[in-house]
C-alpha cells in the first residue's frame, strides 16, 4: 500500500483534472495531504454495442469518496460557464492535472492563484503530447520519467517545477509503466506541491529547441493513439516489432493477419503453414511476446472477434504442425 506524507495543513485547497481509474493513486494522495474541493472529469462514455453508459474512473471515485466533482463534454464549450462558477466557488488555490485529454483554456488556468500543476510522464521537454509512454517504449528507451509543470495553453510547453528519473528495462509494457509512474507520482505530489506553494522551488523554464511530441504516425497532427499506429511492420527488426506489441499494451493491442506472419515466419521461433490459405486474410492481436534467439516468440494472440488464446492453442487450430 502506498504511503502519502502530510507536511502541509489540510486547508490548503485543490482541484483536479482528469479521467481514468488510473489517477486514483493521485486522487488518494491529494485527498490524504489536502483539501480536495473539486473534481473535474468527463461525462460517462458509451461503450459496447449497446452503447451503455458507464461512469469514468475519477467520477466514480469523487462520488465514493463525498468529494464534489462536475463533468465536461469533448469540446468544453457547453460546461465552461458552468466549470468556471465551480471552480471559483471551489476556491481552489491550485489545480492538479493528470490523464485529462482536454485542452484546459487559458480563462480556466487564469482562475487558480497559483496556477495548474501538470504531472506529465516523460522528461520534457522529451515527448510533448498524449502518448509519452508509448513513445519511450517504442523508440527503446533506457529511460523516462515524471515531469511536474505549470499549464500553459500550448500544449506542454510550461515551466517545469520538478523531474523523476526511471529506468526502464526493455521489457515492460505501457500499462505496466503507466500504473509505475502513476503510483511513483502520487508518492512524490505532496511534497511537489508543498515545495511549490512555499516558494522552495523556483520554476524552469523548458528548452523548446530540443522539444520533440508524440505524433501519431497515421494521423500526424495529432499526438494520441489510433488503432492504425498498432499495426505490426515485419520489415522493422525483431526489437522494434517486440516494442510496438509492448507500446500498445493495454491499448490498442498491435495487430496484424495471418497472412502477414507467414510472410515473416523467418523472424518468428515457431511459425510452420497455415492450415487453410483462406485463413490468411484473418486479422490477429498480438497481446505478448518476448525475443528468444533474436526471434519473435508469441505467448498471447487473439484473432478478431474471438478469445485471446495461448500460443499452443492457436497452433493446434491454425497451423500446420511438423
Not at 214 to 226: A, Q, R
Amino acid at each position: 500500500m502506498l504511503r502519502y506524507t502530510l507536511s502541509r495543513p489540510m486547508t490548503t485547497k485543490i482541484a483536479f483534472f482528469g479521467t481514468s481509474d488510473r489517477s486514483v493513486p493521485i486522487l488518494e494522495s491529494l485527498k490524504t495531504n489536502f483539501d480536495l474541493v473539486l473534481c473535474v472529469t468527463k461525462e460517462d462514455v458509451l461503450i459496447g454495442r449497446h452503447q451503455t453508459p458507464k461512469e469514468v474512473g475519477v467520477k466514480r471515485w469523487a462520488k465514493e469518496n463525498g468529494v464534489k466533482f462536475v463533468t465536461i463534454n469533448e469540446s468544453l464549450n457547453k460546461e465552461r460557464e458552468i466549470l468556471i462558477e465551480q471552480i471559483k466557488t471551489s476556491e481552489a488555490i491550485v489545480g492538479v492535472v493528470a490523464d485529462f485529454g482536454f485542452i484546459i483554456p487559458q480563462e480556466i488556468l487564469a482562475i487558480f492563484p497559483k496556477g495548474i500543476i501538470n504531472i506529465h510522464f516523460s522528461l520534457l521537454p522529451k515527448y510533448r503530447g498524449a502518448s509519452p509512454v508509448q513513445f519511450a517504449i517504442l523508440n527503446g528507451d533506457a529511460q523516462t520519467g515524471i515531469t511536474y509543470q505549470l499549464m500553459e495553453k500550448t500544449l506542454d510547453t510550461g515551466s517545469t517545477i520538478h523531474q523523476i528519473t526511471y529506468p526502464l528495462n526493455g521489457t515492460e509494457n505501457s500499462g505496466e509503466l503507466y500504473k509505475t509512474l502513476f503510483n511513483l507520482s502520487a508518492e512524490h505530489l505532496p511534497q511537489v506541491i508543498n515545495n511549490y506553494l512555499e516558494g522552495k522551488i523556483k520554476p524552469k523554464a523548458q528548452n523548446g529547441s530540443q522539444a520533440s511530441y508524440t505524433y501519431s504516425p497515421t494521423h500526424p497532427k495529432n499526438t494520441y493513439i489510433y488503432k492504425e499506429d498498432a499495426k505490426i511492420n515485419w520489415n522493422n527488426g525483431i526489437q522494434s516489432i517486440d516494442a510496438t506489441i509492448r507500446a500498445y499494451n493495454p491499448w490498442p493491442i498491435a495487430w496484424t493477419t495471418l497472412g502477414e506472419m507467414q510472410n515473416a515466419k523467418n523472424k518468428m521461433t515457431c511459425f510452420t503453414q497455415l492450415k487453410n490459405p483462406k485463413y490468411a486474410s484473418k486479422v490477429v492481436k498480438i497481446y505478448e511476446a518476448k525475443i528468444v534467439d533474436n526471434k519473435l516468440a508469441v505467448e498471447k494472440i487473439q484473432l478478431a472477434g474471438g478469445k485471446i488464446l495461448s500460443w499452443k492453442q492457436f497452433t493446434n487450430g491454425y497451423l500446420i504442425l511438423h
